[in-house]
Structures are given as C-alpha cells and as structure tokens.
Nanobody, 127 residues
C-alpha cells in the first residue's frame, strides 16, 4: 500500500507560480511511476503530467506544456509539480497518483493505470 498526501495548493492571481508536493508513505515509492491529474468544477478529472519511475521520462498535457514541470526526489519520497504562469483555466483540485511500474522509463496518462490516489489539493487562480 502507498499513501499519498498532496500539499501546496492555494489562491493566487494569474501569472503567478505554485509548487505542489505529493508525499508518499508506505511501501517504497521508487517502484512507482507518478502522475498528476486535475478536476475543474463541473468537469471530469483530466491528466496533467506523468513521471517515470526513474524520473527520466515525463509527459505533459498540451495545456500545461512549457509552464508545468514534474520532478521527484526519491530520497524524500516526494513528487513535485512546479506550476508557472498560471491562469484561471488552471483552477482545479489537483490529485497525485501512483502506479506500479515494471519499467524505469514508462509513463502513462491513463487514470485507470494508477493504483493509488491522494485526496487532492485546491488551486484557485483569479484573473
């Protein structure tokens, strides 16, 4: 079992930056690939970014490419999502997720591929 706890959300103005953190506990997180998803009010949960088990491969939704960066610190069992140049369309609850990975390089944007989910952290961007 892996427990995931997100933090770092908040309220900010357009153009600002936030860094979300996802702390993992339980079984070692180094065997898991990670992902971030978000759910805006009244919408389905969507893929944001994914990171391979090794940290060497990443994938981003087109809407966040060039603005968001995913990274992991295995020594701290933590995954980060650095979000820059935020706009009101980024307002959502952001969820961290982990999936068992048998390859160092695989990434996935499919929600059904993920085994564990955090409770989410709210990000609100005002115009």
């Amino acid at each position: 079992q892996v427990q995931l706890v997100e933090s770092g959300g908040g309220l900010l103005q357009a153009g600002g930056s936030l860094r979300l953190s996802c702390a993992a506990s339980g079984r070692t997180s180094t065997t898991y690939a990670m992902g971030w998803f978000r759910q805006a009010p009244g919408k389905e949960r969507d893929f944001v970014s994914a990171l391979s088990r090794s940290g060497g491969n990443t994938k981003y939704a087109d809407s966040v490419k060039g603005r968001f960066t995913i990274a992991r610190d295995n020594a701290k069992n933590t995954v980060y999502l650095q979000m820059n140049n935020l706009n009101p369309e980024d307002t959502a609850v952001y969820y961290c997720a982990a999936r068992r990975a048998y390859s160092d390089s695989s990434v996935s944007q499919g929600q059904s591929d993920y085994n564990y989910w955090g409770q989410g952290t709210q990000v609100t961007v005002s115009s």
